[in-house]
């Protein structure tokens, strides 16, 4: 969206220059720049709310960063269901900050997911989505968030896309 607004600005920016608009311009040239004036006018307002948009979004999310995430492995024990069978024990991250727990909802998950290329958050971003959907993190439990990276980073974003969509959309 954000390269689509620029590249958009880009490309009409000649075409302001070209409308003229001297002292001897037709009403044509004049209502040309003036529409030209306004879908720049537009564009800026975009990239700006779009701007706003993500910084307020992400400080929502300064609990679960990289860096301020806390959080614990519990490993569950095999429990007996009413029909009868068995599940088998896994293991869990449990994310200390209720808060950030709490007050996630369907937009910020959708977030989280959307956003999980960034650096200061992707691995916060994962711990939190396992403790809030409880998925088994036998595979990442003992991994650094650098090894995770290189080593089950898309394989998780992969799984969370589809997840979310599955369950949100």
Known sequence: ??????????????AIVDAG?????SAKKVAKKSTLRKFCSFIVMILMWQMTFSQWSFNDFRCISNRTIEFEIVRTSLQLQQNNTVTPSKYRYVVRSNDCIDSLDQTRIKFMVDNFQNLEYDWGFNITLYSYFGRDAYLIMNSTPNEWRVLGKADDWAYWKKEIT????
Do not use: T
């Open 166 to 169: 599955k369950r949100i959309d």
């Open 21 to 25: 608009g001297g002292a001897g311009a």
């Open 1 to 14: 969206m954000l390269q689509l607004a620029i590249l958009a600005a880009v490309l009409v920016a000649p």
